[in-house]
Nanobody
């Protein structure tokens, strides 16, 4: 199982980025994929998750600004990030689970302990 994240960079507040997560070593079709981030000096936190059948959930901090999507044929999962804020700065990672546990409606309450096989991540810096 391997994940390679890409697409990070430096942008000004209000800017946009699209991250990509390339999955290999397993059949992406059967798994949920989550995006996570870790800011300097802080714990890793969940951002968004997409189920195997395409249902999407988000944490409150990114709802309405970020969009997760997947292309199983290309074995890619994307995270489109709009209206970026300085607090979105961090290293972004993707990882898999069988489901996007737990969520209510479209709000995600991630259980980080359920995820493993972390990639190297991609750095996102939002600064003026």
């Amino acid at each position: 199982v391997q994940f390679v994240e890409s697409g990070g960079g430096s942008v000004q507040p209000g800017g946009s980025l699209r991250l990509a997560c390339a999955a290999s070593g397993f059949s992406l079709d059967y798994y949920a994929i989550g995006w996570f981030r870790q800011a300097p000096g802080k714990e890793r936190e969940g951002v968004s998750c997409i189920t195997s059948d395409g249902y999407t959930v988000y944490t409150d901090s990114v709802t309405g600004r970020f969009t997760i999507s997947r292309d199983n044929a290309k074995k890619l999962v994307y995270l489109r990030m709009n209206s970026l804020k300085t607090e979105d700065t961090g290293v972004y990672y993707c990882a898999r689970d069988t489901v996007c546990a737990e969520y209510y409606g479209t709000t995600w309450f991630p259980r980080l302990a359920d995820y493993g096989s972390w990639g190297q991540g991609t750095q996102v810096t939002v600064s003026s």
